[in-house]
């Protein structure tokens, strides 16, 4: 079976051990009712309050594997959700890689040629190479364009805590902080490989408005992933005072633990040895010492750099010239 999940660090492949095939407790939700949607864009639907207000845009899908983001949106559609101002919009973005989701080989379907979350440049999106996660990137440009805030939904491999990716702005921490929830913010600029849609154009212009957030709801798979997802959904439009608290009570489990900040310093690339870390990391480990061992590129032992270090989404099957980890640095 190929092992080709690349999702957290570019390249990277965390590995799949065929002894474990994966446990997929998540049920893939028909979506094809969402299909012709009103906004002549395929699977992307405006709900508009006809008051006065931003603009949101919650978005799944953008990796065809990562049920969690589909799963809430179609809750959200089933809870009759409008916006109370502004308009909303809800999108699922690689329908196509989603539609050969195959929970025997879940892995597969996170992208049919290319990662759609590493297309977010004009240079590429306004180029002419062609491929089907352009295709339709091309066609969402103007919706994601046309968003004062974006809710980007993921999830991933290891079994590693919910967290934000807030970028590196200001705004961006300040949404995640407004959320309250996932408890792990980590900022970051993204991946040399290709930008994100989080990255991509204002959203993360050091003197824009516009914010874009990417929340990881936790492992591809998992029940409790959808339900990070759907709340994250919540939390994310009662940040901007656009729904009724009374709806979304319900569906708020957990108040957030204090929010934890990290800011990702740099990336650990695997040389041609072999990788090996010196724990199971599943990823948000704090390592508190510096010089504390990560891990070992052949015989070269890679250590913290500084006191209270994160590991961000290790790879679990480093390989050469690929992101190893992303290192943070935890806010005291
Ligand atoms: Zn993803």
């Not at 008051?51 to 949101?56: A, C, N, T």
Request: proline share 8%; with cysteine; aromatic share 6%.
């Amino acid at each position: 079976m190929p092992l080709i999940d690349t999702h957290s660090s570019p390249g990277a492949d965390p590995g799949l051990d065929p002894a474990l095939p994966p446990v997929v407790e998540l049920t893939p939700p028909d979506i094809a009712p969402y299909r012709r949607g009103n906004t002549g864009v395929d699977y992307v639907t405006t709900l508009d309050s006809g008051r006065d207000g931003p603009h949101l845009l919650i978005n799944a899908l953008v990796h065809g594997n990562e049920l969690s983001g589909a799963i809430a949106i179609d809750g959200l559609f089933r809870m009759g959700l409008r916006p109370s101002r502004g308009r909303l919009t809800l999108a699922f973005a690689n329908t196509a890689a989603y539609a050969t989701f195959d929970p025997a080989h879940p892995y597969l379907s996170r992208c049919l040629d290319e990662d759609f979350n590493r297309v977010w440049s004009p240079a590429l999106l306004d180029g002419r190479r062609d491929s089907v996660e352009l295709r339709r990137a091309r066609e969402l440009r103007p919706v994601y364009e046309s968003a004062d805030a974006i809710l980007d939904l993921h999830s991933m491999s290891n079994d590693t805590a919910p967290l934000i990716l807030c970028g590196r702005t200001a705004r961006g921490r300040d949404l995640a902080v407004r959320m309250g929830h996932p408890a792990w913010i980590v900022a970051d600029e993204g991946h040399a490989s290709g930008r994100r849609l989080i990255d991509y154009g204002g959203f993360a212009a050091p003197g824009g408005v516009r914010t874009a957030l990417l929340v990881e709801c936790g492992q591809h798979w998992r029940k409790e992933t959808a339900a990070v997802a759907l709340e994250s959904c919540l939390r994310f439009l009662l940040a901007f005072d656009a729904i009724d608290p009374a709806l979304a009570a319900p569906h708020l489990r957990r108040r957030a633990d204090r929010q934890r900040f990290v800011e990702v310093t740099e990336a650990v690339t695997a040389g041609e040895a072999e990788f090996r870390f010196a724990a199971p990391f599943v990823g948000m480990e704090v390592l508190e010492r510096a010089g504390t061992p990560i891990g070992w590129d052949g015989d070269r032992p890679v250590l913290t750099p500084y006191d209270g270090c994160v590991l961000i989404m290790p790879a679990r099957r480093p390989r050469a010239g690929q992101t190893a980890v992303r290192l943070g640095r935890l806010e005291p």
